[in-house]
């Protein structure tokens, strides 16, 4: 329960990503500093993070590693 719970918490801009460990789709959402997406995998919590900007994130999809 580290996470702030900002009013903004509702309108926050995620990601769709596929994640390949489970096979099983999640959301990242975007970190306070707006520089990157980050969340877990919903079925073994892995931590994923994808960066903003700088590599190019013009795919609305990625995959967790
Ligand atoms: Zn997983």
């Known amino acids: 329960m580290a996470e702030d719970n900002e009013k903004e918490s509702i309108n926050r801009p995620f ?9 099983t789709y999640g959301r990242l959402y975007k970190n306070k500093d707006g520089t990157a997406y980050v969340g877990r995998c919903p079925r073994c919590l892995r931590p994923v993070r994808v960066r903003i900007g700088g590599e190019g994130t013009n795919r609305r999809f990625f995959r967790g590693e």
């Not at 990601?15 to 096979?23: M, P």
């Open 15 to 23: 990601l769709g990503i596929w994640f390949d460990c489970c096979h």
